[in-house]
């Protein structure tokens, strides 16, 4: 036998005997990378859980005030700005009604934004190619990330929202939910899911392509603040590649926001119920009742929140992750 392969193996030059060699970035098999940027997926996880926790607390009480100007009444609304839905939440209920349903976007918008931002790493990893300038990964990434933890944040949105404007239709959290449970089944914390999809799928493909496009042009124009590389970049360049985001991306998908809302607190407070969760049907009863200008009602609060809060996002979830980073390269060191 010995022989036989030494006579085989004599037909061949040595060098077609060579493994064949791949590109650096070759895989055989797309899987969970146990680390992105330096850091592991757990901390992308943690990182994203405390930067979304913080952005929505902080903006609370703006995305009050635009759930309440979106809410749909069954009778037609007159226009109402800003100052004015504040000073009604305010003169009905009292400062305490901004931040009604602030628990349930605790517990909904920790483990969201954890699936989202470890999503769009590994997502924006594989599809990038290594090119830090390819836009299209960093919008479809984006679109993955959401379609996942538009998943798991959605029951808890449809909870928050159906409390904001409950005024004392719910005693708190868990009755929303037992409720909710009991008389309309659990199909109803889903009843926005599809329109969630379609209007964050557009939303984070905007954002995040806006993000990184914005990040990589201050980079270019204010090197002072980068520092010594992409792990040092300054949090102003965080937190203004976000605002401009978030505000953009607010901005274009605000018809899809309403009719989320819509479907969410319909048969709440004189919200009108519809008889099915038809995209279509909910437009056209919006334009029937409200014109064209309700698709565009609470456009500017909307804005307003996540010009900011996703300033805020960006700018914790950056920090956190540098935080990481180097108590990785502090143990690797050690």
């Known amino acids: 036998?010995?022989?036989?392969?030494?006579?085989?193996?004599?037909?061949?030059?040595?060098?077609?005997?060579?493994?064949i060699p791949q590109p650096p970035d070759f895989h055989p098999a797309i899987v969970v990378p146990a680390q992105t940027n330096g850091l592991r997926f757990w901390q992308l996880m943690v990182a994203g859980s405390i930067a979304g926790s913080v952005e929505h607390m902080a903006m609370f009480p703006v995305d009050t005030v635009k759930t309440h100007m979106q809410a749909l009444r069954s009778c037609p609304i007159k226009p109402v700005g800003i100052s004015q839905a504040f000073r009604s939440i305010i003169k009905t209920d009292g400062p305490s009604a901004l931040y009604r349903g602030i628990w349930a976007m605790g517990l909904g918008a920790g483990p969201a934004h954890a699936v989202y931002?470890?999503?769009?790493?590994?997502?924006k990893k594989y599809l990038s190619g290594g090119n830090p300038n390819n836009s299209a990964a960093h919008a479809v990434s984006g679109v993955f990330a959401t379609i996942a933890s538009d998943a798991v944040f959605t029951p808890m949105d449809m909870v928050k929202q159906r409390l904001q404007i409950g005024n004392g239709t719910?005693?708190?959290v868990w009755d929303c939910i037992r409720?909710?449970?009991?008389?309309?089944g659990f199909g109803a914390f889903y009843a926005s899911y599809r329109t969630t999809v379609l209007m964050n799928a557009p939303f984070t493909a905007v954002h995040f392509a806006t993000y990184e496009a914005v990040k990589r042009a201050l980079r270019e124009i204010s090197p002072e603040h980068v520092g010594g590389g992409d792990e040092e970049e300054g949090w102003l360049i965080y937190a203004t590649a976000g605002a401009a985001a978030g505000g953009?991306?607010?901005?274009?998908?605000?018809?899809?926001?309403?009719?989320?809302?819509?479907?969410?607190?319909?048969?709440v407070c004189g919200c009108d119920r519809f008889k099915s969760s038809s995209i279509s049907d909910v437009f056209r009863t919006i334009v029937k009742k409200d014109g064209y200008r309700g698709l565009?009602?609470?456009?500017?609060?909307?804005?307003?929140?996540?010009?900011?809060a996703a300033a805020i996002c960006w700018s914790t979830y950056e920090t956190v992750k540098s935080f990481f980073q180097d108590v990785n390269g502090d143990s690797n060191v050690a």
């Open 1 to 19: 036998m010995a022989t036989e392969a030494a006579t085989a193996a004599s037909k061949f030059p040595e060098s077609d005997l060579r493994p």
């Open 170 to 172: 719910y005693k708190g």
């Open 248 to 267: 953009l991306a607010a901005a274009v998908t605000t018809p899809l926001d309403v009719v989320k809302t819509q479907l969410q607190c319909q048969g």
């Open 117 to 123: 931002f470890s999503f769009y790493e590994v997502s």
């Open 179 to 184: 409720r909710v449970t009991r008389e309309e």
């Open 296 to 308: 565009a009602r609470g456009w500017l609060p909307r804005m307003l929140f996540h010009a900011p």
